[in-house]
């Protein structure tokens, strides 16, 4: 017999979501796992740990089966834990406990990047011009009626995360080309593309603020600068993120917007990932995702601030306790090591000493020596992560520089 009150339901614990598990049984709770699909999306498989939960459930099509299956556990919430389950988690909330979620009518908001856009728009806050259409007449069309045609744009799938797929194309580049290798392929989350968003170039200094929301009152978690590369006509690939205090004038003029576009996409409980460009002519939104952020993002939150999303989920969650923002305890750099090709990583010893730099904290290489790797081109194809705390900005800018010229010397062989 299930002891109801003692259960915690995560919808698509993996990747950052795989943290929740530990979390919560730390707390008292017991964590249940439910899965979007049979198997995790391809990107998430290495990070899908079902022994970390008592019980795991699967979503076959059928959400009121599944909402069936779940009322055994009398649950008080749900917690989405990846991007893949941010859908079906407002789903299930909506048939076990109503009303205790985001607001319903605007889900699609919360996931798609059009639909992003669209609820912007409606609530007045203002966004990057943007077309979806699976049809590049339409786009030509759209291009030359914004006066786009021609110069700067960005190419990517509505529904995708960490980069995948996210297109530069520069002034008269061929937008048509990447506008056709987007549509109809499979992205990294297992959905086929079936649209293709065009956007307005954004100029400017991109951000991630990470916020926790209750009854619709909005808190800080965090706040980064992020520093990206673009390698081709691939953007956004992550380089750098250094964390700002609460107080600093960059967090000042980003917070105030940022409350707007949580209104406008309608999260009033739980974790919010914003990430917005400050641009000449004020913040624009990139996109926002309704639960904790990824890519080892969780670790340098806690190390920087002493608090992360997992954290708040659970003290909010478990203990009623909620935060109005956060401390800037440390330094912090995060760096993300790049793949210059695919192939053979042949020489990890580029990177003997990185344990001597006076800021070093932790590194991990994610491929053996002698391992196949992909080129670097989203933060799924990331070779390695390194982390950087001191006091002395001076020292964290010149470890980073000396990381990036191990980087340099990273060996890529064909065979």
Excluded at 88 to 101: H, N, W, Y
Excluded at 371 to 393: G, K, M, N, Y
């Amino acid at each position: 017999m299930i002891a109801l009150s003692n259960y915690t339901i995560i919808v698509d614990p993996v990747s950052t979501g795989q943290e929740y598990a530990a979390a919560f049984r730390d707390a008292g709770r017991l964590p249940v796992a439910v899965l979007s699909a049979a198997e995790p999306p391809p990107a998430y498989t290495g990070s899908w740990h079902p022994e970390d939960f008592e019980h795991v459930h699967y979503f076959t099509g059928d959400v009121h089966a599944l909402a069936d299956e779940l009322r055994v556990y009398a649950p008080e919430y749900l917690v989405p834990g990846a991007e893949s389950g941010v859908e079906l988690c407002d789903q299930l909330i909506e048939l076990l406990v109503p009303g205790s979620g985001n607001v319903p009518a605007l889900a699609a908001a919360r996931r798609d990047k059009w639909e992003m856009g669209e609820a912007l728009e409606a609530a007045g806050v203002p966004r990057l011009r943007q077309f979806l259409t699976a049809d590049p007449a339409e786009a030509e069309q759209w291009l030359k009626e914004n006066d786009l045609l021609g110069r700067r744009l960005v190419i990517k799938p509505p529904k995708s995360a960490a980069g995948d797929e996210v297109y530069i194309v520069y002034e008269d580049g061929d937008w048509r080309e990447r506008f056709d290798r987007v549509l109809g392929r499979t992205n990294k989350l297992g959905l086929t593309n079936d649209a293709v968003l065009i956007q307005e170039y954004a100029e400017g200094d991109e951000y991630l603020v990470d916020t926790y929301s209750v009854d619709g009152v909005h808190a800080l978690v965090d706040v980064c600068r992020y520093t990206k590369v673009a390698h081709g006509d691939k953007i956004g690939i992550y380089r750098r993120i250094d964390f700002l205090a609460e107080d600093d004038p960059e967090v000042a003029a980003l917070w105030p917007y940022t409350q707007q576009v949580l209104d406008a996409v309608g999260i009033r409980v739980g974790c919010g990932h914003t990430e917005i460009m400050m641009t000449p002519a004020g913040p624009r939104l990139i996109e926002i995702a309704a639960r904790p952020a990824g890519g080892g993002h969780q670790l340098i939150s806690r190390l920087a601030t002493g608090d992360n999303h997992i954290q708040r989920t659970v003290a909010h969650r478990v203990h009623g306790r909620t935060r109005p923002g956060y401390d800037l305890l440390q330094q912090v750099r995060g760096i993300f090591v790049m793949s210059p090709s695919e192939g053979y990583f042949r020489d990890r010893t580029v990177f003997d000493g990185i344990e001597d730099l006076k800021s070093f904290h932790w590194m991990k290489i994610l491929y053996a020596e002698d391992a196949v790797v992909p080129e670097t081109v989203d933060l799924f194809s990331c070779l390695a992560w390194v982390i950087l705390l001191h006091s002395d900005p001076a020292t964290l800018d010149a470890d980073y520089q000396r990381v990036l010229e191990m980087e340099s010397r990273i060996v890529i062989t064909s065979e």
